[in-house]
């Protein structure tokens, strides 16, 4: 006969009680910790406007990837393997198509079409179909040529950011409905400091001496556009854009006709073209930021969309004459 157990037999103690309900407490809150941990969202956001209103509307609750590398030019990104592995686990990525960035799209729409968002596209939020309206990248343009190539800098008009916002936090809220007054909550919010802002850029140019706004390329016609200006680009949309010397001419010709007394360049491209356009009508030379990535120090300091924004519009303001 085998040995008996003496479980049956010995009286379980208040100090046995004790250290049964502790190990069970540790365990029970070893394992709410744990599904804590786990319940949080893990999203990748093509670059920083987009990783800026997601990390905003999902506050503690999300994990967010910037895919584009702080102080790296947007349109140029290609993701090295450590993101790809991210993107594999992601839950859900935004991002914006047709070509902004195609070397992120790619790997981008390689990942399931349940999880990818693109924020061109339209999207149902609360019953009603939402979509960014985009212009055509000629269609604001002193001197350029008309063309049907899309405009993507849609951020650059707060409108559109809102626009945005409701779109992402209707996708968050689907993957996880028990959050959704948290993340309704963080988005209106931010969409009432976009509508100020928004609000800043209706009201600071109502009064200027001059409404051309001459930049180093193409990317603020959705601004421009809000703030009933006129852009004078003098490259493309896109960095890379090449000027030639009939059209530099033509420009040049222009901008001292316009009276114009700024050329903006973007920090974020290395380019001696706008210097060059700027000694021969003698104008200054000053600093616009599109807002496609931000820096360390940027961070560091605490700036964010709304406070670049905020810095453009007092560098317009000082360059147009406004009052």
């Known amino acids: 006969m085998g040995r008996k157990s003496s479980l049956g037999k010995t009286p379980i103690g208040k100090a046995s009680i004790g250290s049964l309900i502790a190990v069970s407490a540790a365990a029970l809150l070893g394992a709410c910790s744990s599904s804590a941990q786990t319940s949080v969202i893990s999203v990748s956001a093509s670059f920083y406007p987009i990783a800026e209103i997601v990390r905003t509307v999902g506050g503690n609750e999300i994990d967010v990837q910037d895919l584009t590398p702080i102080g790296h030019d947007a349109h140029d990104t290609e993701l090295t393997a450590k993101q790809l592995q991210r993107l594999e686990k992601s839950s859900i990525i935004f991002y914006f198509g047709d070509d902004f960035q195609p070397g992120s799209q790619k790997a981008i729409e390689s ?75 963080r988005a209106t919010t931010y969409m009432n400091q976009l509508s100020e802002l928004g609000e800043l850029i209706d009201s600071s140019f109502q009064r200027c001496e001059s409404t051309i706004l001459a930049t180093e390329h193409n990317s603020f016609g959705y601004f421009t556009s809000r703030a009933k200006l006129s852009p004078l680009p003098l490259a493309g949309y896109s960095p890379d854009q090449s000027v030639s010397g009939k059209e530099l001419t033509s420009l040049t010709a222009l901008l001292k006709k316009s009276n114009v007394s700024t050329v903006f360049d973007e920090p974020s491209l290395a380019s001696d073209l706008v210097k060059q356009v700027a000694n021969s009508i003698g104008a200054q030379v000053d600093s616009l930021n599109a807002v496609e990535s931000i820096t360390d120090e940027q961070l560091s300091a605490g700036e964010s969309y709304i406070s670049i924004m905020k810095d453009n519009i007092q560098k317009m303001k000082k360059a147009l004459r406004c009052s």
Do not use: Y
């Open 111 to 185: 990942q399931s079409s349940q999880k990818i968002v693109d924020l061109f596209e339209p999207s149902t939020v609360n019953g009603k179909e939402l979509v960014v309206p985009r212009i055509s990248i000629d269609s604001t343009c002193q001197g350029c040529e008309s063309g049907k190539e899309l405009d993507p800098h849609v951020w650059l008009n707060p409108s559109h950011m809102i626009t945005l916002t409701q779109i992402v936090q209707e996708r968050l809220s689907q993957l996880a409905p028990q959050k959704r007054d948290f993340f309704v909550s």
